[in-house]
């Protein structure tokens, strides 16, 4: 059974449209995370979401709007769409354990 | 602010050589500390960790040491496969805050025949 899942796996849109990642884990953590792989492959944490409530959001543009309806569950929505969004990003969940276990990417392509 | 320094990639070896990667870290207090691997085209893997000084993670043949007087986590492996070919994120967590990973730029490893 997939751990972290994230759908699309591939998204390919033109600027300014708005577009939405899913997460879904099914480890029991309360924990989740957005982090986003730039094209030299640095990684940076974006959002994370401890039981549904917001507790990091580091510098991000406003059109970046995590949501979370259930623990299982974290997506992300991207408004006005910019060439620049394009990267792949990781959906990640922690439990007690305090190991971080991370979804397959979404690689999203802004044209 | 809290980071991670990495060797710069990419690395190339032949196989069955020696792997060192380097990684040394700058936290404000006692962090744990994480190896990542990620294959072509697919997500991060936990690696191996150490969550205190002088604790040694190892995993697959791969194993670091926690050095605080260094500052250091580095990566070694005594003999490298073809299947090892990816790239290795050193990444340190303080405890609060939400327990965000900061990652290293990550080093490119190509083991070849």
């Known amino acids: 059974d997939t751990a972290v899942s994230q759908t699309p796996k591939y998204l390919v849109t033109q600027m300014g449209n708005d577009k939405s990642i899913k997460c879904e884990q099914n480890l029991g953590h309360d924990t989740m995370y957005w982090y986003k792989q730039d094209s030299k492959k640095f990684l940076k944490i974006m959002f994370s979401?401890?039981?549904?409530?917001?507790?990091i959001n580091e510098t991000v543009p406003n059109r970046f709007s995590p949501k979370s309806p259930d623990k299982a569950h974290l997506n992300l929505h991207i408004n006005s769409l910019e060439l620049g969004d394009s990267a792949v990003y990781f959906c990640?969940?922690?439990?007690?354990?305090?190991?971080?276990?991370f979804g397959p990417g979404t690689r999203l392509l802004v044209l | 602010g809290d980071s991670v320094t990495q060797m710069e990639g990419p690395v190339t070896l032949s196989e069955e050589a020696f792997l060192t990667i380097n990684c040394t870290y700058t936290?404000?207090?006692?962090?744990?500390l994480f190896w990542y691997v990620q294959y072509p085209g697919e997500g991060l893997q936990l690696l191996l960790k150490?969550?205190?000084?002088?604790d040694k993670g190892s995993n697959k043949g791969f194993e670091a040491t926690y050095r605080k007087e260094t500052t250091s986590f580095h990566l070694e492996k005594g003999s490298v496969q073809v299947s090892d070919s990816a790239v290795y994120f050193c990444?340190?967590?303080?405890?609060?805050?939400?327990?965000?990973?900061?990652f290293g730029t990550g080093t490119q490893l190509k083991v070849e025949l």
């Open positions: 936290a404000t207090g006692y962090p744990s």
């Open positions: 990640a969940s922690m439990g007690l354990q305090e190991t971080q276990y």
């Open positions: 979401y401890n039981n549904k409530e917001l507790i």
């Open positions: 150490a969550t205190k000084a002088d």
């Open positions: 990444a340190l967590r303080l405890t609060g805050g939400g327990n965000k990973l900061t």
